[in-house]
């Protein structure tokens, strides 16, 4: 009996479509809840190379909802406690562990070298900067996510509309799974769904996964789906770039007012509230608006759009 045997029955994959599975190469952005069930069933599917990309370390308040870990993994890099893990569950796969955090800068040259990309990620400057990368380049990409008893998951670009064109209006602040909780099975549910969408889109399943979302409400036992394929790209969405991207003329603002200092010298430190009584010079040439996820950023940006002419720029500045 091969690994493959009980998947390569299937009449939608057989031993074509196990070829199909092992010349693929995904990028998996995000190590946590998310991602545990993506890397466990792509990896024993057979994937052919995954490079996995997240800078976060194993804590102990993660190993309830990512059970892919355990405790000697407590403070090693996620993607290195990963890639072990997933060696000894198919050393066939081939796993790059990148122990960084994605930006702008990053995301085209990882984008461009995969197949297909897997959004695990817990930012929206992530999300949003992937889904940017991939419906320009025409990658398709699996997008999840996950918070308290709900969850999401949606199959974008590549031909079907963006994670922008289904969600043009973020909302004004949002919990974190350290706020508002979150039980395992829910976030596993959401990556299982993907893995599950992946595979269909390496194999050319038919309905593609690619236009389609999936609404998850554990409380009520209710799962209910519809297809996007129609929605509308905004007309000019605030763009994210890397801190590499700041230019001499910027005015670079750190909303982090959580964090003791700013993330450069010459960035002004205030807070959100403060920004709508901020005079900007006339030879500003841009404003870049930063914070640890880019939702305050983004819903600075838009208020800040709306009486000022100039560009705009967010940035996402991780903590540490």
């Known amino acids: 009996m091969t690994r493959y045997e009980r998947q390569i029955v299937l009449p939608e994959v057989g031993t074509q479509g196990q070829e199909r599975l092992r010349a693929a190469h995904i ?40 059970p892919l870990y355990r405790m000697a993994d407590v403070g090693a890099p996620k993607v290195q406690a990963a890639a072990a893990a997933l060696r000894s569950l198919n050393p066939e796969v081939e796993i790059r562990p990148m122990a960084t955090w994605l930006d702008p800068e990053s995301a085209p040259a990882l984008v461009d070298a995969a197949d297909l990309v897997l959004d695990c990620a817990d930012t929206f400057a992530a999300s949003l900067t992937l889904s940017d990368t991939c419906h320009a380049a ?21 031909g079907a509309p963006s994670l922008r064109a289904i969600f043009p209006d973020l909302p004004g602040s949002a919990p974190t799974c350290s706020s508002a909780g979150i039980l395992g099975p829910v976030v596993a549910t959401m990556g299982t769904m993907q893995a599950q969408m992946a595979l269909s889109v390496l194999l050319g399943l038919s309905p593609s996964p690619l236009g389609q979302m999936l609404v998850f409400e554990a409380q009520r036992w209710r799962m209910v789906d519809f297809r996007f394929d ?20 910027d005015l670079v603002i750190d909303l982090r007012t959580e964090a003791p200092t700013p993330f450069r010298p010459d960035a002004l430190h205030i807070s959100t509230d403060a920004v709508p009584e901020l005079g900007i ?35 996402s500045v991780p903590d540490g």
């Open 281 to 315: 010079a006339p030879d500003t040439d841009r404003v870049v608006l930063a914070c640890r996820t880019g939702l305050r950023a983004h819903n600075c940006g838009v208020g800040l759009r709306a009486r000022w002419p100039g560009n705009i720029a967010l940035l």
């Open 230 to 249: 129609d929605a509308l790209e905004p007309a000019a969405p605030l763009p994210f770039i890397a801190a590499s991207a700041i230019r001499a003329n």
């Open 27 to 66: 990028l998996v952005v995000g190590a946590g809840g998310l991602a545990v069930p993506v890397l466990q069933y792509l990896t024993g599917a057979g994937v052919g190379r995954i490079t996995l990309v997240d800078a976060d370390h194993v804590e102990k308040g993660n190993l309830h909802r990512q």
């Open 138 to 158: 025409g990658k398709p990409l699996i997008t999840a996510s996950a918070l308290g008893l709900q969850g999401y998951v949606a199959g974008v670009c590549g």
